[in-house]
Each structure stands twice: as C-alpha cells, then as structure tokens.
C-alpha cells in the first residue's frame, strides 16, 4: 500500500512555470512506478508523464513534450512534475498515480489511468491567458 499527496497547485498566468510534488508515504517508494495525469472539466482523465521504478526511463504525452519534466527523489519519497511554458489548455485538475514494479517492471511506464494502482486526492492547477 502507498498513500499519495500532491502539492504545488495554483494559477499562474501563460507562459508561466510552476512544480508539482507528490508526496508518497511508506518504505518502498523506489518500488514504484509513478505517473501524473490530469482531467479538465468534462474531460477523460488523460496522461501527461511517467517515470519507471528504476528512475532511468520517462515518458510524456505529446501535448506536453517539451515543456514538462518529471523526476523523481527516493530519498524523499517524492515525484515532481515541472511545468513550463503553461498553457490555458493545460488548466486541470492533476493527479499522482503509483503502480508496482511487480506489474510494470522497473523500467517501464503505463499510460493507461487502468496502469496504476494507487492515486492521490488531486491538485488544481488553473492557467489564465
């Protein structure tokens, strides 16, 4: 089980940056593959970036390709999602998912919200024009 918390949420004008962190409770948190996805009102909850278990491979929608990056710090159990270059259209509610290498193998990265087992509560992110 692993118990997921994001931050770093808020409005920020075009053009802007902000960073997003996802706090993970437990002991295994290297264990863990870890995406970000998000969902505009009326929308799918869509992918935006992966990192595997092992840290060495990530992956990102082609809509944020570019100007999102994600890592990821073990040692303190935290995933971040920098964003540059924000976009009204990537106004969203944002949301950490973690999945098991057992299921994914530490290199690899689901894109699929079915992918991940364990989700966060969610941080709104607005970008105004």
């Known amino acids: 089980q692993v118990q997921l918390v994001e931050s770093g949420g808020g409005l920020v004008q075009a053009g802007g940056s902000l960073r997003l962190s996802c706090a993970a409770s437990g002991r295994t948190f290297g264990s863990y593959g870890m995406g970000w996805f998000r969902q505009a009102p009326g929308k799918e909850r869509e992918f935006a970036a992966g990192i595997s278990g092992s840290g060495a491979s990530t992956r990102y929608a082609d809509s944020v390709k570019g100007r999102f990056t994600i890592s990821r710090d073990n040692a303190k159990n935290t995933v971040y999602l920098q964003m540059n270059s924000l976009k009204p259209e990537d106004t969203a509610v944002y949301y950490c998912?973690?999945?098991?290498?057992?299921?994914?193998?530490?290199?690899?990265?689901?894109?699929?919200?079915?992918?991940?087992?364990?989700w966060g509560q969610g941080t709104q992110v607005a970008v105004s024009s």
């Open positions: 998912a973690a999945v098991h290498v057992r299921k994914m193998g530490w290199n690899g990265i689901g894109n699929r919200v079915g992918n991940y087992d364990y």
